[in-house]
């Protein structure tokens, strides 16, 4: 299976941006579609974002379309996910998630083969 480290979190006003990357190692990264979720304190772990294997298509959730995107370097072996026009209710632990078969999204949390630790996203008023 593939290793995934996330970094990139942070503190962060309303309004302002962070870029999350998910660092691969260990299979081909190339070989896995990518999803970013998160998972705020007494909420279920929620997709927000998704790549293909290619980088050729994308998913987003309604609350956060127009404001994030999912990008991806497979010769970096990377994920990333810019956040722009960042709100209070996108404070979160944000995971990067690798899926090997089937579609490239989805939201079962056990269609996903590997996960990073988490980085937390925190965003003040």
């Known amino acids: 299976q593939v290793q995934l480290v996330e970094s990139g979190g942070g503190l962060v006003q309303a309004g302002g941006s962070l870029r999350l990357s998910c660092a691969a190692s260990?299979?081909?990264?190339?070989?896995?579609?990518m999803g970013w979720f998160r998972q705020a304190p007494g909420k279920e772990r929620e997709l927000v974002a998704a790549i293909s294997w290619s980088g050729g298509s994308t998913y987003y959730a309604d609350s956060v379309k127009g404001r994030f995107t999912i990008s991806r370097n497979n010769a970096k072996n990377t994920s990333y996910l810019q956040m722009n026009s960042l709100k209070p209710e996108d404070t979160a632990v944000y995971l990067c998630?690798?899926?090997?078969?089937?579609?490239?999204?989805?939201?079962?949390?056990?269609?996903?083969?590997?996960w990073g630790q988490g980085t937390q996203v925190t965003v003040s008023s």
């Open positions: 998630a690798a899926k090997a078969t089937g579609s490239f999204w989805s939201r079962r949390l056990s269609d996903y083969a590997s």
């Open positions: 260990g299979r081909t990264f190339s070989s896995y579609a």
